[in-house]
Every structure is written in structure tokens, then in C-alpha cells.
Nanobody, 125 residues
Framework: QVQVAESGGGSVQAGGFLRLSCKAS?????MGWFRQAPGKAREGVAT??????????YANPVKGRFTIALDPAAESTVYLLMNSLEPEDTAMYYC???????????????????WGQGTQVTVSS
């Protein structure tokens, strides 16, 4: 069983910056970030092929503002760098790890077997 733990959430004003961190207890092919706002379904934010070429995927609402990055000094650690935050980014953010499918790490929950408990991000206008 892979344990996944997030940290780094908080409250920030619109236009601000936050960095989320995630550590998995075991290396998996994919790591990713998902989020869920109150009353809405969980959605993908960013994924990365953490045991391959580091290729990253981003959801359209965060492209150009968020960056998913591996820590070269710490195995199975991934960050989500969030710039130019908007009130619409307010949500519980979850880190996930898993095998992906056919060499891809897409925004399907089935690509990720292990999930963290989440960390809250609140952006005020």
C-alpha cells in the first residue's frame, strides 16, 4: 500500500502564489494533482510521468499558471506551483499516485490507485 501525503495549502488573495507538496511512500509511474470544489465533481489539475520522461499534462483552466514538478533530490516527491491564483481555484487539492495506463498519466481516477487526504486552498478576491 502506497501512502500519499500532501501539504502546503492555505489562504491567499487573488493573484497570489502557493506551493503544494506531495510525498509518496513508494515510487509509481504517475503522480498527479486533482481538486474538488464544494458542490462540484473532482477534476484533474496536473499529472506527471514521474518514473519516465517527466512529461506533464495540465487541465485547461490552469495552463500557463500552474506547474507540476518533481523534486530531483527526493524520490516520489512532487510539487504543484500555483501562480496567479483565482477565486475559482478554491478547492480541496488531492495528490495521487498510480500506474497510469499504456504509458500515459491522464486525468482518469483509474490511472491513480493511491490518494492523499487533501489540502485546502482558498483564494479570496
Amino acid at each position: 500500500q502506497v501512502q500519499v501525503a500532501e501539504s502546503g495549502g492555505g489562504s491567499v488573495q487573488a493573484g497570489g502564489f502557493l506551493r503544494l507538496s506531495c510525498k509518496a511512500s513508494y515510487s509509481t509511474f504517475c503522480m498527479g494533482w486533482f481538486r474538488q470544489a464544494p458542490g462540484k465533481a473532482r477534476e484533474g489539475v496536473a499529472t506527471i510521468r514521474s518514473r519516465s520522461d517527466g512529461y506533464a499534462e495540465y487541465a485547461n483552466p490552469v495552463k500557463g499558471r500552474f506547474t507540476i514538478a518533481l523534486d530531483p533530490a527526493a524520490e516520489s516527491t512532487v510539487y504543484l506551483l500555483m501562480n496567479s491564483l483565482e477565486p475559482e481555484d478554491t478547492a480541496m487539492y488531492y495528490c495521487a499516485a498510480g500506474p497510469g495506463f499504456a504509458g500515459q498519466c491522464l486525468f482518469y481516477p483509474s490511472h491513480f490507485d493511491y490518494w492523499g487526504q487533501g489540502t485546502q486552498v482558498t483564494v479570496s478576491s
